[in-house]
């Protein structure tokens, strides 16, 4: 099977007066149709940067110095501004944390859906209508016509989600990039939009990656697991696999901190300090301070090794 | 300290809070007859979903709102009683923990000041023993006490949790209110920062009422769990039941609800619809129109809160009709 999404060796650096920072600095994984990626990560770890890249979407003193981001076989890095703004929305969308700063508080929503289609198709008005009321359905949005008049402060938060779910669908994309879009919602209206995001890649056929800091949330979506720290993918893998046996130490002590894994009212096992500035990197393994195993060899970059089927690591003292 | 002998360390007596809205005849109703009672060296989780009232509870628990209607009592005494002078200790032995270590921490003072101005205003230590007693704090908190002179801004979000624990310890407080107290943090430092507090539950004898949305963190550190729904308590029972035996069928929808890491690629059967607007509640149980086992009374009545099994209060309809 050809891959949907072929990253590798994508580095983003910002070139800052402080000096560079590198926000993903040698990142590499595919996607295949139907596939959903989980990028899970700490704040400031890469993975919102990751997504950007994959979208043609990183802004001045940011650039994308090296690698390669192949959507079915055809080349993004270097493309024009013109021929992104073609892809986006089109072939490529993205769902961010906050619905309210995606839509415009002061157009109709089906001002906002219609022109998302037009933009990238020549049908007529009653057409594009038709098929932002058929996205609406599919997102499971009850009366959609009504929805589609409204102004999203009419909406409430989760409703908003849908609709903002529903415009990146609504020209069938094969790679959904969606960047914590749940974090802002209540429980039971995030179980409602998981249900709803499974369903829709199984139907759909899209790719999808969800970059999240919530490993809980992952477990139960992803077909496979992207573990970064400090602007690198630190492993990689199968969901069940680098779950149930992690073999990065990070991996393991984020699982470990997890409340659910531990015994109520006891200390839960904690990663000790915390995650070092990007800018202050040096060439060896960036965990190493808050590592438990850290030792000879740390100081020198960890390259990346299969230690297994579908499985890629980023460390020369791992757990297995 | 006097007291009533046996009563709880805190008590609410079916409190209510109104708050009138602007261009609206009708006041949102954030806290219907709430009774809760927190004991010494107990800690109280509370969850629930955003606009559940929650939050309120937690600013009435430590005064910084008044109800509407209802009593509190601190050990068995009446808040009103307490006002006077003689009784400062009583007045600082609740104190809050909020949610954003960015927003509640003035940025233009340094932590020496931010954790030593109350108590020195309080009369609990002389000025000139202020740096001494913020460096024991700063210490107890896990920080080096060194950083005293700095501000808030030099400081990660989790060290910025630790000096809004160690403002809130420094007036001696029995009783933390701690708001989404670790929500804003990452997960490595969500762990260090409910260690600290289950550690200074020990050392320190502390009661909580720990305020989250996240059932997971609630387990963890909680004695007794409350859930609330549009301003009511539905279910009130100890953690470790509460979880395994989830008897009100919001609670039994949370629980299923919440991602779990053990969980792989499980098909989501969620709950439909979403919260009824405060404004405007469903009249009888708050949660029928969403309830997927909700009869014609649940429409009408308001379910009390009842014990279900020792230690275990539901308020649901449906226990009339399993229990003959």
Avoid at chain 1, 53 to 63: F, H, I, K
Avoid at chain 1, 185 to 208: H, K, N, P, W, Y
Avoid at chain 2, 118 to 128: D, K
């Amino acid at each position: 099977m050809s891959a949907v999404l072929a990253v590798n060796g994508l580095r983003t650096h910002f070139f800052t007066r402080g000096g560079v920072v590198k926000a993903v600095d040698d990142v590499s994984f595919s996607l295949e149709r139907g596939e959903v990626m989980g990028l899970v990560g700490e704040s400031g770890c890469g993975k919102s940067m990751t997504g950007y890249s994959l979208m043609g979407l990183v802004d001045e003193p940011g650039r994308i110095v090296a690698g390669s981001i192949r959507l079915d076989g055809r080349e993004l890095v270097g493309l024009e501004a013109d021929a992104w703004r073609r892809l986006r929305g089109e072939r490529i969308a993205m769902i961010f944390q906050d619905p309210m700063m995606t839509l415009n508080p002061v157009l109709r929503i089906d001002t906002q859906m219609v022109e998302a289609v037009l933009a990238h198709h020549r049908v007529s008005r009653a057409c594009a209508l038709q098929r932002c009321r058929e996205a609406l359905a599919w997102v499971g949005i009850p009366a959609p016509d009504e929805r589609l008049r409204a102004y999203p402060h009419q909406l409430s938060g989760g409703m908003r989600q849908r609709v903002a779910i529903a415009i990146a669908l609504v020209n069938r994309p094969a790679l959904v990039i969606a960047d914590e879009p749940t974090t802002a919602l209540d429980v039971t209206i995030q179980g409602q939009i998981l249900f709803e995001m499974q369903r829709l890649c199984r139907e759909s056929g899209a790719a999808l990656i969800w970059i999240t800091h919530d490993l809980s949330v992952v477990a139960g979506l992803a077909d496979t697991l992207c573990v970064m720290y400090a602007g690198r993918i630190v492993e990689s893998g199968p969901v069940d696999a680098v779950l149930d046996a992690p073999l990065h130490p990070y991996t393991s002590g984020l699982l470990g901190s997890i409340p659910s894994r531990n015994v109520p009212g006891r200390p839960l096992s904690q990663i000790p300090g915390s995650a070092p500035p990007l800018d202050r990197l040096d060439a060896g393994c960036a965990f190493r301070e808050r590592c438990a195993r850290a030792g000879d060899g740390c100081h020198i970059a960890p390259s990346v090794t299969n230690p297994a089927a579908a499985r890629t690591l980023r460390c020369v003292r791992p757990l297995r | 300290m006097s007291g009533v002998a046996d009563s709880p360390l805190l008590e609410l007596r079916s409190i209510h809070k109104r708050f009138a809205v602007p261009g609206h005849r009708a006041a949102v109703h954030a806290l219907d007859d709430v009774t809760l009672a927190v004991h010494d060296r107990e800690v109280v989780g509370l969850v629930g979903e955003s606009g559940c009232g929650k939050s309120t509870l937690g600013r009435i628990v430590c005064r910084l709102l008044e109800p509407s209607a209802g009593e509190r009592y601190w050990r068995g005494r009446p808040y009103a009683e307490l006002e006077a002078r003689a009784h400062r200790a009583e007045r600082l032995a609740v104190q809050m923990v909020f949610q954003d270590p960015y927003a509640s921490l003035n940025p233009r003072m340094r932590v020496a000041r931010i954790v030593g101005e109350a108590p020195v205003v309080h009369g609990l230590v002389p000025r000139a023993q202020s740096d001494e007693y913020v460096a024991e704090l700063l210490r107890r908190v896990g920080l080096d006490a060194s950083l005293m002179r700095r501000f808030p801004h030099q400081f990660s979000g989790g060290q910025r949790s630790r000096i809004g624990i160690a403002r809130a310890l420094a007036v001696r407080p029995r009783f933390l209110v701690c708001d989404e107290a670790v929500a804003a943090l990452d997960v490595s430092i969500q762990a260090q920062v409910l260690n600290l507090f289950i550690r200074l539950r020990e050392e320190l004898g502390l009661a909580y009422l720990f305020i989250s949305h996240d059932l997971g963190v609630v387990r963890h550190v909680s004695d007794r769990v409350i859930v609330m729904y549009l301003g009511r308590i539905v279910e009130s029972a100890p953690a470790a039941e509460l979880y395994e035996r989830p008897n009100h069928p919001y609670t039994q929808a949370l629980i299923l609800d919440v991602p779990h890491i053990e969980a792989r690629r499980r098909r989501y059967t969620p709950i439909r619809g979403e919260i009824a607007s405060p404004l405007a509640p469903p009249a009888g149980c708050h949660f029928h129109p969403r309830c997927p086992r909700a009869f014609a009374r649940c429409r009408e009545e308001r379910p009390p809160l009842r014990e279900v099994a020792p230690g275990h209060h539901s308020a649901c309809h449906l226990n009339d009709i399993r229990s003959p």
